[in-house]
Nanobody, 124 residues
């Protein structure tokens, strides 16, 4: 069983940047696809980004493409989400997750381990 813990959330002004980290423990996630999702109040959880085991392939939601970058450090068993040019509509709780399969997936039910979430608030 893998445990995922997100960190790095907070309050940032529009146009600012934040870097989220997702530290895995219990087992290595180096051979798994990892993803980031977010959920705003009153909305369904939505896909943000995913990365394959080596970091050579990534997938992004259209809403964050060009602004967010997913990366991983398998030696540290950690996945990152660099968020630049943040907008108020990026405000949400951000979750990292481990995929069931070795394909880049966008649906939450394709992921079987989740962190507790990190709040990101973009406001002036």
């Amino acid at each position: 069983q893998v445990q995922l813990v997100e960190s790095g959330g907070g309050l940032v002004q529009p146009g600012g940047s934040l870097r989220l980290s997702c530290a895995a423990s219990g087992r290595t996630v180096s051979s798994y696809v990892m993803g980031w999702f977010r959920q705003a109040p009153g909305k369904e959880r939505e896909f943000v980004a995913a990365i394959n085991w080596s970091g050579s392939m990534t997938l992004y939601a259209d809403s964050v493409k060009g602004r967010f970058t997913i990366s991983r450090d398998n030696a540290e068993n950690t996945v990152y989400l660099q968020m630049n040019s943040l907008k108020p509509e990026d405000t949400a709780v951000y979750y990292c997750a481990k995929a069931r399969a070795q394909m880049l997936m966008m649906r939450p039910n394709e992921y079987d381990s989740w962190g507790q979430g990190a709040q990101v608030t973009v406001s002036s």
